[in-house]
């Protein structure tokens, strides 16, 4: 079998064995819609839409070989490369902010920059575009052209100033005044299956409350920006 061809027809796809192997993979689905892609490894495309959330990245994942699935753990773990599917509107723009990780809103105080879920899960990026304009049948969109991204100098100082301004928040008990607006490129946002979820948080007296669950995301304009500028250097 030649190198970065997805084996569909052998079942259970192998996990790429280098970065490479994983953008040739990648870009060979390139103009598959989800339906097709879905059809070949083994995923039905719900018809609703409220029933297909996260689908996309579920079929991409199971298509490209990916291994962490709910760890805290890069998507490619032997490769440290984080899979980003990005759902784009009509104009090619990124139609919502991107999840990056759940919070530990408990051990905020006890983690750095450095050995932050964020910077382990954004330091090496397969980002794959989606079609997501919504008067497109969900099965019938199609998957674009994937990049490779890792931040650069500027980019990554820019996250690390949002984390550690939003982490000082958590961990000082200040969760409950965290909005969206915070964060110039890094957001904090509910992130729970439902209403009632409830979390460990520390309050602001050093005491324990309970509170949605969260997760930091990318906001749509740094996305967009990051994309353009891969497009621009190929």
């Not at 997501?132 to 890792?150: E, F």
């Not at 100098?153 to 915070?182: K, N």
């Not at 964060?183 to 050093?206: I, N």
């Not at 324990?208 to 500028?229: D, N």
């Amino acid at each position: 079998m030649k190198k970065g061809t997805v084996p569909f027809s052998e079942g259970l796809v192998e996990p790429p064995e280098s970065e490479e192997e994983l953008l040739e993979r990648a870009r060979g689905v390139a103009g598959l819609t989800l339906g097709e892609l879905g059809a070949r490894v083994g995923l039905d495309v719900p018809d609703e839409s409220r029933r297909a959330k996260g689908i996309a990245g579920q079929i991409l994942e199971k298509a490209l070989g990916a291994t962490a699935g709910s760890r805290a753990e890069p998507d490619f773990v032997t490769l440290g490369i984080e899979l980003k599917t990005i759902p784009l509107d009509a104009t090619g723009k990124p139609r919502e902010s991107t999840f990056v990780c759940s919070i530990s809103l408990s051990a905020m105080a006890d983690t750095d920059w450095e050995g932050s879920t964020v910077l382990k899960k954004l330091s090496k990026v397969l980002f794959v575009p989606v079609e997501a304009a919504s008067k497109t049948p969900l099965g019938d969109r199609r998957v674009g052209r994937a990049y490779r991204w890792s931040p650069n100098a500027e980019e990554q100082e820019r996250m690390r100033a949002d984390w550690e301004r939003l982490a000082e928040m958590i961990a000082s008990g200040e969760v409950a005044r965290i909005t969206g607006h915070l964060g110039e490129v890094l957001q904090v946002r509910p992130k729970a299956p439902h209403g009632r979820s409830r979390r460990r948080a520390p309050d602001e007296e050093g005491a324990v409350q309970w509170t949605m669950p969260r997760g930091f995301y990318l906001r749509p304009a740094f996305t967009q920006a990051v994309l353009t500028r891969l497009r621009a250097e190929e």
